[in-house]
C-alpha cells in the first residue's frame, strides 16, 4: 500500500481506514457510498450506471438517481484521488492505480492459495453486515450472494485448520476456532464435534466437566434460537464422555476407600495382584503398564549393545497372558474434507469399547499419538507396515489397527486391517458399517477383541 493508501474493510462491519488504521472521517457516517465502492472494489468488470442507480436509488426517478450516483463518485474521488474512479458513458470501475486494498478480496485471493489461516484471520464476520436490509432487492441479492461465498471460504478454512491442529495436539487454538465456527453455525456438528473433543482433550476430571457444560450451553442454545436438537453424533459423542467422567469420579472414590482401608496382611496381599488384574480399571491402564515394560526392555537392549534386528525378535514361545491391542490411524477415505473429523474421533471411540472386552488389553489413544510424535510419525502420513510395526513395539501392544472410514447415505463404513507386531502373519482384514458411529465403533471393537484374543492364544 502506498503512502496515501486506504483499506475497506467489509467483513463484520463496513468503514473506510487510512495507512495507520484510522477511521477516514469524511465517508465514516456514510455507509451506502461505502456500499458502492465495495460493489465497485469486488466487481471483476465494469459495472453499468443503471444498475448501480437501481442497486443503490432504485425508489428514485432517473434523474435523482443519476444525481445521488454522481454525488458519491465525486465523494470517493475526493477521498481516495481524483484518477481512482474511472467513468465511461455507461460503465463505472475503479482505476487499476487506485490506493484501496479490500479486506473480503483478500479472504478470496487466501482461500485461491488454501493459506486456511489467512482466511480465518480475515474474517471478521459477515459480509456489509447490517447492509442487507436496505429496501432494494438487486442490492440485497448481490449482498446475500458475496457474503454466502465468503462465509464458504471460511467455513471449509475452520473445517481445514480444525483438522490440523487436531492432528498437532493443539486443542487450545483448535477450541477457539472452532468455538467461534459453532457461534456463527450453530446447525454444524463438525464445529460442535471439534470444540468438544478439543476441550475434553486433556483427559482430566474437569476436561470432561468442561466438556459437558459445554455441551449444555450448546444444547440450550439451539433449543432456544432454532428449536432444534443437537446433531445424534453431537449427542453421542456427549454421552461417551458422560460415562467417562462418571467412570473417572468413580476410580477416585474407590482409590479414597482403599487408601483408608486398613493394611492388608502378607497373604491377603498375595491375593492383591490377582483381584487388580481382573478389574475394568487395570485393564482399562493394563497398556500403559505393558508400554512400560517394552521401553524397559528397549533400554535393556540398547546397554547389553543387542542390535536392532535383535530388537524384532518375536514373542516368546509361551504367548502373552493378555494381547494388547493399539488402534494406530483410522484415515478418511472418501475425499470429502467435511469428513476429516473422524479420524480424530473415531479412534478413541473404538479404544474406549475395547477397553470393555474381556481378556484383552489396549493401549491409550493418547499414548499412541505421543509415541508417533516422538517417532517422527505423527498426524497426516500413512504408515507403512514396518512403521506400524515400530509404534506397535514402542507402546507395548501385540496387535495394532488400522482402517479407513466413508461416510456414504448416512451410512459409516469402516475397513480395518490388524497387523501382528511380533509375527510375519498376513493381515487380518474385516468390514464394519452403520448409520451410528458409536454403534460403528462396538462392532469394530467386538471384531478387533475377538480376533485379538482368539489369535494369541
Known amino acids: 500500500m502506498s503512502s496515501s493508501g486506504f483499506r475497506l474493510i467489509t467483513l463484520g462491519t463496513v468503514t473506510l481506514t487510512d495507512r495507520h488504521g484510522v477511521c477516514e472521517p469524511t465517508l465514516a457516517r456514510r455507509r451506502r457510498k461505502l456500499a458502492v465502492l465495495a460493489v465497485l472494489a469486488l466487481a471483476r468488470r465494469p459495472v453499468r450506471r443503471d444498475r448501480l442507480a437501481e442497486m443503490f436509488w432504485g425508489d428514485e426517478d432517473d434523474a435523482r438517481a443519476r444525481h445521488s450516483l454522481a454525488d458519491s463518485l465525486s465523494n470517493l474521488r475526493g477521498v481516495l484521488g481524483p484518477d481512482s474512479v474511472a467513468t465511461r458513458q455507461l460503465e463505472i470501475a475503479l482505476s487499476p492505480n487506485c490506493p484501496l486494498t479490500v479486506d473480503a478480496l483478500d479472504l478470496r485471493e487466501a482461500a485461491e492459495r488454501r493459506d486456511h489461516a489467512r482466511v480465518i484471520e480475515l474474517y471478521g464476520g459477515p459480509f456489509l453486515d ?32 480444525c483438522l490440523a491442529l ?28 471439534y470444540l468438544l473433543n478439543a476441550i475434553k482433550a486433556s483427559a482430566t476430571t474437569e476436561a470432561y466437566a468442561a466438556a459437558l457444560d459445554e455441551y449444555s450451553h450448546m444444547e440450550a442454545r439451539l433449543e432456544r434460537e432454532r428449536d432444534r436438537a443437537l446433531a445424534p453424533e453431537v449427542a453421542r459423542l456427549a454421552a461417551s464422555i458422560r460415562e467417562e467422567l ?6 477416585v472414590v474407590r482409590r479414597a476407600a482403599v487408601d483408608v482401608a486398613p493394611p492388608a496382611t502378607v497373604g491377603q496381599r498375595s491375593d492383591v495382584p490377582e483381584a487388580r488384574a481382573s478389574s475394568p480399571r487395570t485393564r482399562r491402564f493394563a497398556a500403559s503398564r505393558v508400554a512400560s515394560l517394552g521401553l524397559v ?44 473429523w473422524l479420524e480424530v474421533s473415531v479412534p478413541p471411540l473404538i479404544a474406549s469399547q475395547v477397553a470393555r472386552a474381556p481378556g484383552v488389553d489396549v493401549v491409550a489413544p493418547d499414548f499412541v499419538r505421543e509415541a508417533r510424535s ?72 467386538a471384531r478387533l477383541s475377538s480376533f485379538a484374543s482368539t489369535s494369541s492364544r
Open 166 to 193: 487436531a492432528r498437532s495436539r493443539r486443542w487450545e487454538v483448535c477450541a477457539t476456532i472452532a468455538r467461534r465456527w459453532f457461534d456463527a453455525e450453530p446447525m454444524s456438528s463438525d464445529a460442535a464435534l
Open 246 to 251: 462418571a467412570t473417572r469420579r468413580a476410580d
Open 297 to 340: 526392555a528397549l533400554l535393556f537392549v540398547t546397554a547389553t549393545s543387542f542390535t536392532t534386528q535383535r530388537e524384532e525378535l518375536a514373542a516368546p514361545a509361551g504367548g502373552f497372558a493378555r494381547p494388547v491391542v493399539a488402534v494406530v490411524d483410522i484415515r478418511n477415505t472418501d475425499g470429502d474434507s467435511a469428513s476429516d
Open 130 to 161: 447490517g447492509m442487507a436490509d436496505t429496501g432494494s432487492a438487486a442490492l440485497e441479492r448481490w449482498v446475500e450472494g458475496i457474503r454466502a461465498e465468503l462465509h464458504r471460504h471460511w467455513t471449509e478454512a475452520c473445517a481445514h485448520q
Open 374 to 445: 516422538v517417532m517422527g510419525l505423527d498426524g497426516g502420513r500413512v504408515l507403512s507396515r514396518q512403521a506400524l510395526v515400530r509404534v506397535g513395539r514402542r507402546v507395548g501392544a501385540h496387535w495394532v489397527a488400522t482402517g479407513g472410514i466413508t461416510r456414504s447415505a448416512n451410512i459409516y463404513v469402516l475397513d480395518v486391517t490388524v497387523h501382528d507386531v511380533f509375527g510375519d502373519t498376513t493381515p487380518h482384514r474385516f468390514r464394519v458399517a452403520d448409520a451410528s458411529l458409536v454403534t460403528l465403533a462396538d462392532l469394530a471393537a
